[in-house]
């Protein structure tokens, strides 16, 4: 229905509040990641805020995908399958 149609796009649009917002609310946090998880059959564990690895961990050349909840990582990834952002470590 066009009630149906409507929530939906308000649904999607409220997902990119962060791109117009600082910070990622936690309501829209949880907006992407069921997002991710019905359309891109990705489950994302919640955990700290932080993750503490010890440097000595962490080799030349490692590499790290980053996604922000903020409604553009999450449909890169479903369009594209790739990560938002990557980071590689380099120590020399």
Request: hydrophobic letters at 45%.
């Amino acid at each position: 229905s066009i009630v149906e149609a409507l929530l939906g796009v308000v649904k999607t649009l409220a997902m990119f509040i962060p791109e117009i917002t600082p910070g990622v609310p936690d309501s829209v946090a949880k907006l992407n990641v069921d997002f991710l998880s019905k359309y891109e059959t990705l489950t994302m564990e919640p955990r700290e805020d932080v993750v503490d690895i010890d440097e000595s961990m962490i080799s030349s050349g490692d590499w790290f995908g980053i996604m922000r909840l903020d409604g553009l990582d999450p449909m890169i990834s479903w369009g594209s399958g790739a990560i938002g952002h990557s980071v590689v470590a380099m120590w020399e």
